[in-house]
C-alpha cells in the first residue's frame, strides 16, 4: 500500500516536532517518523534562549508550559575556577517580554510540543518508523520508504524534511555531502538538588575545565561538566566522591550541592559535534537543524536554531503547496534566509571553543581579560548577550570590537553609546 501526504518530515526532535505543529496549525497534512519509541524521556539540559521562546509563544505553547516545571533566569556569572567572577551578563537588558532565559525540567517544553501535535488531525506521529530510503522521480523527490515496526511503509510527499540529527540519514540518502567534525570534548550532564538557595546561573573556566551550573524548577541544579569524549565509564569508575571532588575544587561555595549526587542515574553525557554542509535543498527536500547544521553548545543555540528552521519553512512550505513548486530554486529561499545567522553562530561557537576549552596559558589570559572587559563595557557586553539570545544574524564584534574587548583599544563612546541605548 502507499500512502499520500503533503510533508514527510524524517524525526520528531527539537525541530520536527516544531514544523510538524506549525504545519498542524495551518491545516497542512503531514506525517511524521520517528525512530524511537515513544517520547523522549532521557536526562538533557533544557535552556529556552529568548528566539525559542518567541517560536513557543507563536505556537501558542509558551504560556502553557507547566509553572511547576520552568524556571526563570536572568543573570549568568562567568568566573575562574576557583571562584572569581570575571563578568555577568544579565538577559534583563534584552527587550521583553522575552527579556530572560527559560530553564525546564528535562524535556518538557518538548513534550509539550509533541503532545499537542497527537490532537491535530493533519498530522500522524508514528514512533518506531526508521527512515529506509527516498523515491524519486525524474531526479526530485516524491517521497519516502520507512520500516514500522515490522513493516514497509511506502509514502508519496510533495516535500521530505531530513529532521534526523548529526548522523542525518536522510541527508545521506540525498547524497549531499557533510563536514561532521566531532569536538574531543563532551559534556556531563546532571541534575541535582538545590541544597542551597541558588537564583543566578554560574559558569566556572579554567584549565580545560568548564562548569556550568543552572537553577532548574522543583528546587533542582543542572550541572554541565566538560569532560573528554569516551570519558563518561571511565568517570563513573572513578566513582562519584571523585567526581565530587573535582567539582568542589572548581566552586566550594555549592559543596553542598555537589554532595546531593547519589547516583549515576542523575547524569548523562552529551558528545558535542558540528556540521557543515554545501546545501540543505534539494528538489523536493529539505535539511533542518543538526542534519543541516550541528554547532557545539558553547552558542548556546543548537536547539533553538532548529526551532526557527522549522518556523521559516513552515512560512515557506504553504507557498510551495499552492504553486506546487517543490524546487531546490524555491525551497532554498529558506536556505538563504537561515544560513547567516547559522554560519556566524557556528563560527562563534569555534571560538569559544578554542578560548574556553584550552590549556594554553596566553590563551586563558586573554580569555579573561575578554570576559573583564565585557563586564565594564555594556556595548560589547550587549552584543555577546544579543547574539546567545539569537536575536543577532551579524557578528558581535567586528575588528575594532576585538581589538577593544581584548584591551587593545579603548572604547571611549561606550558609555555614552550605552545610555543612548544603541547597541
Known amino acids: 500500500m502507499v500512502e499520500e501526504t503533503d510533508i514527510a518530515i524524517v524525526g520528531a526532535g527539537g525541530g520536527g516536532a516544531v514544523l510538524a505543529l506549525a504545519l498542524a ?5 503531514t506525517i511524521v517518523f520517528e525512530q524511537a519509541p515513544g517520547p523522549p524521556q532521557g536526562l538533557r539540559g533544557e535552556i529556552l534562549q529568548p528566539n525559542g521562546q518567541q517560536v513557543l509563544d507563536r505556537l501558542g505553547l509558551l504560556g502553557r508550559l507547566p509553572i511547576e516545571s520552568t524556571r526563570t533566569v536572568h543573570k549568568f556569572h562567568f568566573c575562574r575556577v576557583g571562584g572569581e567572577r570575571l563578568c555577568t551578563v544579565d538577559y534583563s537588558e534584552l527587550p521583553p517580554p522575552y527579556n530572560r532565559a527559560v530553564v525546564t525540567l528535562p524535556n518538557v517544553a518538548h513534550h509539550a510540543i509533541l503532545n499537542t501535535i497527537e490532537r491535530e488531525a493533519s498530522v500522524s506521529l508514528r514512533y518506531r518508523s526508521a527512515f529506509t530510503g527516498l523515491l524519486r522521480e525524474n531526479g526530485r523527490v ?57 537564583t543566578e546561573a554560574k559558569y ?32 563513573k569508575e572513578r566513582g562519584i566522591a571523585a567526581l565530587q571532588e573535582s567539582w568542589i575544587a572548581i566552586d566550594p561555595s555549592s559543596e553542598a550541592i555537589f554532595r546531593t549526587l547519589a547516583d549515576w542515574r ?10 557543515r554542509t554545501p546545501t540543505w535543498v534539494a528538489d523536493g527536500a529539505v535539511l533542518i537543524g543538526d542534519a543541516a547544521h550541528a554547532m557545539n553548545p558553547h552558542a548556546s543555540q543548537g536547539r533553538m536554531q532548529a526551532m526557527v528552521d522549522a518556523m521559516t519553512l513552515a512560512d515557506l512550505l504553504p507557498e510551495c503547496l499552492a504553486t506546487n513548486d517543490y524546487s531546490a530554486a524555491t525551497l532554498k529561499r529558506y536556505e ?12 562563534l561557537a ?5 578560548f574556553w576549552n584550552t590549556a594554553n596559558p596566553i590563551i586563558a589570559f586573554l580569555r579573561d581579560r575578554v570576559f573583564r572587559t565585557l563586564d565594564g563595557n555594556a556595548r560589547l557586553r550587549y552584543r555577546v548577550l544579543s547574539t546567545t539570545a539569537g536575536l ?13 574587548a581584548a584591551g587593545l583599544l579603548p572604547d571611549s563612546s561606550a558609555r555614552e553609546m550605552a545610555a543612548r541605548g544603541i547597541r
Do not use: W
Open 392 to 404: 543577532r544574524k551579524e557578528p558581535p564584534f567586528g575588528m575594532l570590537d576585538r581589538l577593544m
Open 336 to 347: 538563504d534566509s537561515r544560513r547567516p545567522q547559522v554560519t556566524m553562530l557556528q563560527k
Open 350 to 354: 569555534d571560538e569559544q571553543v578554542l
Open 25 to 29: 496549525q495551518k491545516g497542512i497534512k
Open 204 to 235: 566556572f573556566v579554567g584549565k580545560r575545565t568548564i562548569l556550568g551550573m543552572f537553577p532548574a524548577a522543583g528546587n533542582k541544579v543542572y550541572v554541565f561538566y566538560m569532560i573528554k569524549a569516551g570519558s563518561y565509564e571511565q568517570v
Open 266 to 275: 542523575q547524569t548523562a553525557f552529551m558528545p558535542t559535534g558540528r556540521v
Open 142 to 198: 516524491v517521497g519516502l520508504t520507512t520500516k514500522q515496526e515490522e513493516a514497509l511503509v511506502t509514502v508519496k510527499a510533495k516535500v521530505v524534511i531530513g529532521a534526523d540529527g548529526a548522523f542525518s540519514k536522510v541527508r545521506e540518502a540525498l547524497q549531499i555531502p557533510a563536514d561532521l567534525h566531532l569536538y574531543p570534548q563532551g559534556y556531563l550532564i546532571a541534575l541535582l538538588d538545590a541544597a542551597i538557595p541558588m
